[in-house]
């Protein structure tokens, strides 16, 4: 199972597609005890892998004390980052402290399309230099890939880029409308442009030896099938079944673009919140609606939840633009 913490809300980018709004540090953001005890609570409660987000998490001043602890709680601490801040110094440091991976995100072989969209000139190059650092001290890296209209062409070059810089894995990351997301909604694939996407992407993992894999578009575990492309996950959507965040402030909602508050931390311990939760339990029961409640690969994909939630209202309502679905509405 995996969590991830949401550790600040302070960021040194600006990304038009941000789902946390992030920019400036929240009041009242969990302290270095909390966290800790936050740590505590997730390994308790069977979690293996812990993912230290944001904002950016290299912003929070004791990131490495709550890095060594999650490794002492045997998880598996792990990063998402926009790159940045990393230095060969940095990235022995973070090695030093337990991290395992670093994911640093890239969304375009241009430079100044990446820039245009993260929205601070220089992203890009110190991206790369910091996949670069973490190259050289040893400390495994991905790189994470936003997929929106503008850079669909181009996913393919952005694997390339990131096995000539030794990255171990490339995620790719379809854009959900939330938090700033929501303001460039129209930039978000529709049916046949988000199956051929996928498809691309599956056929490209059929080529390359790093792994590849869409998130938030768990369509990709039917595709992998249908075209015999080996596939080491068992399930596409994870929210709320093994997998959730806390934000900054303490709030375990069940994925990061599900916007609905199952508890706080501070309120109730997080064992409990995972556990017992409305939600998470209803999430837990794969009943959903429309063409995703009658598909026969519901098991193994799920559906987006939240774009469910964003476009119909419900988040057990049908996955909005997968292609299959409409064809499983139009047999019945």
Same mark, same amino acid.
């Given at each position: 199972?995996?969590?991830?913490?949401?550790?600040?809300?302070?960021?040194?980018?600006?990304?038009?597609?941000?789902?946390?709004?992030?920019?400036?540090?929240?009041?009242?953001?969990?302290?270095?005890?909390?966290?800790?005890?936050?740590?505590?609570?997730?390994?308790?409660?069977?979690?293996?892998?812990?993912?230290?987000?944001?904002?950016?998490?290299?912003?929070?001043?004791?990131?490495?004390?709550?890095?060594?602890?999650?490794?002492?709680?045997?998880?598996?601490?792990?990063?998402?980052?926009?790159?940045?801040?990393?230095?060969?110094?940095?990235?022995?440091?973070?090695?030093?402290?337990?991290?395992?991976?670093?994911?640093?995100?890239?969304?375009?072989?241009?430079?100044?399309?990446?820039?245009?969209?993260?929205?601070?000139?220089?992203?890009?190059?110190?991206?790369?230099?910091?996949?670069?650092?973490?190259?050289?001290?040893?400390?495994?890296?991905?790189?994470?890939?936003?997929?929106?209209?503008?850079?669909?062409?181009?996913?393919?070059?952005?694997?390339?880029?990131?096995?000539?810089?030794?990255?171990?894995?490339?995620?790719?990351?379809?854009?959900?409308?939330?938090?700033?997301?929501?303001?460039?909604?129209?930039?978000?694939?529709?049916?046949?442009?988000?199956?051929?996407?996928?498809?691309?992407?599956?056929?490209?993992?059929?080529?390359? =030896? $790093?792994?590849?894999?869409?998130?938030?578009?768990?369509? /990709?575990?039917? @595709?992998? %099938?249908?075209?015999? *492309?080996?596939? &080491?996950?068992?399930?596409?959507?994870?929210?709320?079944?093994?997998?959730?965040?806390?934000?900054?402030?303490?709030?375990?909602?069940?994925?990061?673009?599900? =916007? $609905?508050?199952?508890?706080?931390?501070?309120?109730?311990? /997080?064992?409990? @919140?995972? %556990?017992?939760?409305? *939600?998470?339990? &209803?999430?837990?029961?794969?009943?959903?609606?429309?063409?995703?409640?009658?598909?026969?690969?519901?098991?193994?994909?799920?559906?987006?939840?939240?774009?469910?939630?964003?476009?119909?209202?419900?988040?057990?309502?049908?996955?909005?633009?997968?292609?299959? %679905?409409?064809?499983? *509405?139009?047999?019945?």
């Amino acid at each position: 199972m995996i969590v991830s913490w949401n550790t600040t809300n302070a960021c040194n980018l600006k990304c038009r597609h941000c789902y946390r709004d992030a920019g400036a540090k929240a009041e009242e953001e969990l302290s270095t005890a909390e966290g800790l005890a936050l740590i505590d609570g997730i390994a308790g409660a069977g979690f293996k892998i812990m993912i230290f987000s944001g904002g950016e998490p290299l912003l929070r001043p004791d990131i490495h004390t709550l890095v060594r602890h999650a490794a002492q709680r045997g998880l598996r601490p792990v990063f998402g980052t926009n790159g940045t801040l990393i230095d060969v110094k940095e990235a022995a440091r973070l090695k030093e402290s337990g991290a395992m991976a670093m994911g640093i995100s890239l969304d375009s072989v241009s430079p100044e399309k990446h820039d245009g969209f993260r929205g601070v000139p220089g992203a890009w190059q110190r991206a790369v230099e910091g996949m670069e650092a973490c190259r050289k001290a040893g400390l495994p890296f991905q790189l994470h890939t936003t997929v929106v209209d503008w850079n669909a062409d181009e996913i393919e070059d952005i694997t390339d880029l990131a096995i000539k810089a030794g990255a171990a894995a490339h995620h790719f990351f379809f854009l959900v409308p939330t938090g700033r997301g929501a303001n460039i909604e129209g930039q978000s694939l529709r049916e046949d442009r988000y199956e051929e996407i996928l498809e691309r992407i599956m056929r490209k993992q059929g080529r390359v =030896d $790093i792994e590849l894999k869409p998130t938030c578009a768990p369509q /990709f575990m039917r @595709i992998a %099938r249908q075209l015999g *492309v080996p596939t &080491r996950f068992s399930r596409g959507c994870l929210a709320g079944t093994a997998y959730c965040i806390v934000s900054p402030v303490g709030n375990v909602q069940p994925c990061a673009y599900l =916007d $609905i508050k199952a508890g706080n931390v501070r309120e109730r311990s /997080f064992g409990d @919140i995972w %556990r017992d939760n409305p *939600v998470f339990n &209803r999430l837990r029961t794969m009943e959903y609606g429309g063409g995703c409640g009658l598909c026969q690969y519901k098991k193994i994909c799920g559906g987006c939840r939240a774009r469910a939630l964003y476009y119909h209202g419900d988040y057990m309502a049908e996955e909005p633009w997968c292609l299959f %679905r409409s064809s499983v *509405v139009s047999r019945q």
